[in-house]
């Protein structure tokens, strides 16, 4: 049943978020840390445990898929504008270090690109 998939979801992200507190309070700052991270990861341990051993109807596979579809765009959203108004308001240095960081990956992307293009015509 779809129901049985948005408990499965429900339950990774109570347990994801509780442990991300846990681990803010454990490092001495009020904050989650990596507590939709930890979620992700229980969801996709937990449905591929499921999978393997049987135990996932095809109804709650859809029913984690629906809700993961909707869950990880706009919990991305969320996160990211949380970390633009924190740069912005953590004064010159915040906000440098997060444009540095993006042109990094940015840079990163096209060279992984150019990289894998270069491993699939070698493979051929």
């Known amino acids: 049943m779809t129901i049985y998939g948005t408990a499965i979801l429900s339950f990774s992200l109570l347990i994801g978020l509780s442990t991300g507190r846990l681990l803010g309070l454990l490092?001495?700052?009020?904050?989650?840390?990596g507590g939709v991270g930890i979620?992700?990861?229980?969801l996709i341990f937990s449905t591929d445990y499921l999978k393997r051993t049987?135990?996932?109807?095809?109804g709650s596979e859809s029913g984690i898929s629906f809700w993961g579809a909707i869950y990880v765009p706009v919990v991305v959203a969320m996160a990211a504008s949380q970390n633009v108004?924190?740069?912005l308001s953590g004064g010159l240095m915040a906000t440098l270090a997060g444009a540095l960081g993006t042109?990094?990956?940015f840079a990163l992307?096209?060279?992984l690109v150019r990289l894998g293009c270069r491993d699939q015509k070698a493979k051929k």
């Open 27 to 33: 490092a001495g700052i009020d904050a989650d840390i």
């Open 39 to 42: 979620a992700m990861l229980l």
């Open 54 to 58: 049987g135990r996932m109807s095809v």
């Open 85 to 87: 108004r924190g740069a």
């Open 103 to 105: 042109a990094v990956c």
């Open 109 to 111: 992307v096209g060279l």
